[in-house]
């Protein structure tokens, strides 16, 4: 059963923007730490944002400022609003889901992890 979906993406040039959405089941978007971390093939996970079951967010330096994460709980769904984009956030992303908490949403052993989106931003 899939937990996560994804979509949004695409290829924008440098400061635009996109939204990426993660539609989650109910269990997943009530009771677990949600958020985004994006890899280019090859390198390392590096998260991008997360959302606490509590609704705290947390933003990676790279990404403060320009990107938002916000939720719609009518709809379980987790977005993460990009703004002023840069081509070093060219990657692909992913939305992910865990227990444990925001620092291990971009770790290995995440139960769940969406399919991936490409975000493309050229200079």
């Known amino acids: 059963q899939v937990q996560l979906v994804e979509s949004g993406g695409g290829s924008v040039q440098a400061g635009g923007s996109l939204r990426l959405s993660c539609a989650a089941s109910l269990l997943i978007y009530r009771s677990y730490y949600m958020g985004w971390f994006r890899q280019v093939p090859g390198k390392e996970r590096e998260e991008v944002a997360c959302?606490?079951?509590?609704?705290?967010?947390r933003y990676a330096d790279s990404v403060k400022g320009r990107f938002t994460i916000s939720s719609d709980s009518a709809k379980n769904t987790l977005y993460l609003q990009m703004n002023s984009l840069k081509p070093e956030d060219t990657s692909i992303y992913y939305c992910?889901?865990?227990?444990?908490?925001?620092?291990?949403?971009?770790?290995?052993?995440?139960?769940?992890r969406g399919q991936g989106t490409q975000v493309t931003v050229s200079s």
């Open positions: 959302r606490g079951s509590d609704g705290s967010t």
């Open positions: 992910a889901a865990t227990r444990a908490g925001c620092w291990a949403v971009a770790g290995a052993e995440t139960p769940y």
